[in-house]
């Protein structure tokens, strides 16, 4: 019965409901209405996830990350109760990549390949540099050669003011992937972490940067890293990924 399921068991029953009633961006509340009986099993799941107690600062990215974690749809936010992908920062990288599951041997066995190769991290803070880079991002998302990830009529510009980004390279320095989190006091909540370019090695640099970004995150005080999407609208290929790299479902409440 609901009313003893654990937290976990709960995170992954609402997952399953995610998965068979999301994944590909459809407004929650019409998604609800169509499924009235699968709609109230997932709000029992809700009410059993763990709750994370937000308490947001105003500095840093402040605005960026408060409006994130409330999203923009008020009945949205209502109806699944804040609830949100959230990695908790661990200590150290190593604690990061420690494990024996499966997905933390890839991770461990994918991160050496790609520091074998010479990828590196360059933080970028010119304005012009950033603008070079948002120009490759933009190129790529509205040529993408997934449909479910084109854009056409990206709106990144926004992420010119954020304070860290964070961009992958090769040996040969061709930028691969862009990592844009927006950070204040303890929390962070990842506004842009997309690939430049359709390649095996920008798929390698997706999860090097992952631990990368970890270690930035880290260095900077941050305990929590969020999703700035909902769960529910999620693509099922970029949910399987978060969960890979230890990302989990809880109840953010925000505190005054």
Known sequence: MTSLMSAADAERALNDYFEKRGGHGHDAVRTAARHPIDAIRALRFIARLSVIDAELRTDGDAALVRRGLERTNPLARRLIRGTTAVLVVPDTVEEFLAGSSESKRSLRTRFNRATRRGYHVHRTDGHEERRAVLALA???ERSHPDELYRNQAPDNDYLLGVGT????????????IL????ISGEWAVLQHFKTLESSDDARLAR???SVELVRELHAQGVRYLADVLSPIGLPNGLRDFQRRLGYRLHRVRIRP
């Open 138 to 140: 933009d190129r790529y």
């Open 165 to 176: 980004w964070l961009v992958a390279h090769d040996v040969d320095c061709r930028p691969l």
């Open 179 to 182: 990592a844009v989190p927006a």
């Open 207 to 209: 999860y090097w940067m």
